[in-house]
């Protein structure tokens, strides 16, 4: 089964095909970097990953670009308020927002292109679009896009182009211009855009870029005329996204995107996350409460990309257990001594499978299912932690086990963690250098020597010094293992 996505444009799962395999130019939609991403961000940034993942895992050369705006209302307000220039304000921004990125484990892309350094070409492709006679500028020196003159305007949100209403970043622009529907391509500058630096030259005057263009700019300068998949939140299909078709193509004569994919927004506890609600969450927020990265990367890939998905403490706490869980799975299969010959094994296709090594090929068989079925996640996890609990089980039960099918569950277990990125991610901080291992190991042995002595008092105090160090001990017949948490 080949990986199929849902597609905006066509209304439909339909199988993934890059118009030049192995290579995959994918773009997506990042954050306006006028403050901290909140979780909504990220859960998008998250399905951004999983899928760059996901197409690098299964053979692809992907080939990802993911915009920062750095430059529009938001961030001109916001500089002014401050007395900054835009691009000083936003900085710090941009730098934190990718250092979180960083920590949830998200792979970076290729580039990171700020619109304000793309400004030079944003003029020349308005020029274009006026050479085309689908761009008109009015007396104050904004440009606009003429809806009218593009009679395809309206397919990716499916309407009627004549009934479209007006749309724009914050509210309706400000300036004068033919049709109400009509989408800003370059604002002429106001006094507080020359005040933060937000006003560039061009033929019409002093002004700046509309944020609807900026995108098409950036991921055309960056992967070419027409990109594979085009990925951001259901918020920006319309207009945002219809704009980007309309003044794209509207140059190229090109498609411009082979595969539209849009994630679904977030809950928090059940409401929709809002300001005036008082429930807005920042990553950001989280990593300083001191909550655990791979805790809030399992919760934000709990759910398909297509569905709701209800952020929540308890849910938190859930996915702290079960990183745990999985950690102590790989701990195991890592401790775990096995035998030199082929115990248990069977001969199939003339080489010999033991049971970990059948459970291993099923369970990557059914996390290539379910990832190939629409980027379903959930179903994802749920292959990976059947694997677990079935290895677990069988490790349980066993009297020894060969070396050989051990070598397969470990290779299973990380081939999905290439993907699902949780364990690389729970190991952050987690490392331990010989020193500190050789000390943790004394300790151990001594508490054993207390408690063969019946010093129960001492036994204790040991176990309560490790932990206050962040080491947990687990006895068992075998011994004491011992593990570092956060």
Not at 208 to 221: D, K, Q, Y
Not at 233 to 244: C, M, R, S
Not at 412 to 420: F, G, K, R, T, Y
Request: aromatic content about 8%.
């Amino acid at each position: 089964m080949a990986l199929r996505l849902y597609d905006t444009l066509t209304r439909s799962v339909r199988d993934f095909q890059p118009a030049n395999p192995p290579t995959v130019r994918l773009y997506a939609c990042g954050p306006t970097v006028y403050d901290h991403a909140h979780i909504g961000n990220y859960r998008s940034f998250l399905v951004y990953d999983l899928l760059h993942r996901y197409l690098t895992w299964s053979g692809y050369e992907v080939d990802f670009v993911m915009n920062l705006t750095d430059v529009d209302d938001k961030t001109i307000d916001r500089a002014s308020e401050a007395g900054e220039d835009v691009r000083a304000y936003t900085a710090p921004f941009t730098e934190s927002i990718l250092a979180d990125a960083r920590t949830l484990g998200i792979l970076p892309a290729r580039a990171y292109p700020l619109a304000t350094g793309y400004v030079p070409q944003m003029v020349s492709w308005i020029e274009r679009l006026e050479e085309k006679e689908l761009a008109y500028s009015v007396e104050d020196g904004s440009v606009y896009f003429s809806i009218g003159a593009f009679p395809a305007y309206g397919r990716l949100k499916g309407l009627d182009a004549d009934n479209t209403r007006p749309g724009a970043r914050v509210a309706d622009d400000e300036y004068e211009k033919e049709n109400v529907r009509d989408f800003a391509l370059w604002k002429a500058a106001k006094p507080v855009d020359e005040a933060v630096g937000a006003a560039w030259d061009s033929p019409w005057g002093r002004g700046r870029p509309g944020w609807h263009l900026e995108c098409s700019v950036m991921s055309i300068a960056e992967l070419g005329e027409t990109l594979d998949i085009h990925m951001g939140g259901e918020d920006l299909v319309f207009p945002h996204h219809e704009n980007e078709i309309a003044q794209s193509e509207g140059v190229t004569g090109k498609p411009f995107v082979l595969h539209w994919v849009h994630v679904k927004h977030l809950v928090v506890e059940g409401e929709k996350m809002s300001k005036s609600l008082g429930n807005t969450i920042t990553v950001h927020q989280l990593l300083e409460e001191g909550l655990r990265p791979a805790a809030i990367r399992h919760q934000l890939l709990g759910a398909q990309y297509r569905r709701e998905l209800n952020f929540t403490r308890e849910g938190l706490e859930a996915s702290a257990a079960a990183v745990q869980r999985l950690m102590d799975f790989e701990a195991r299969l890592e401790e775990t001594v096995g035998e030199g010959g082929k115990n248990g094994a069977e001969e199939k296709d003339g080489a010999a499978e033991g049971p970990l090594a059948r459970l291993a090929g099923e369970a990557i068989e059914a996390f290539r299912t379910a990832l190939d079925d629409d980027l379903n996640s959930a179903e994802a996890l749920a292959a990976l932690f059947v694997f677990v609990n079935r290895v677990n089980g069988e490790l349980d039960t066993a009297s020894d086990v060969a070396e050989s099918d051990l070598e397969s569950a470990r290779s299973a277990l990380a081939s999905i963690d290439e993907v699902m990125g949780l364990l690389s991610v729970a190991r952050q901080g987690l490392e331990v250098d010989d020193d500190f291992e050789s000390w943790i190991v004394s300790l151990i042995a001594e508490r054993k020597a207390a408690r063969e002595g019946k010093d129960f008092a001492r036994a204790d105090a040991i176990r309560e010094e490790l932990a206050e160090r962040g080491i947990v001990l687990e006895d068992s017949a075998g011994g004491t293992r011992w593990k570092r948490v956060r």
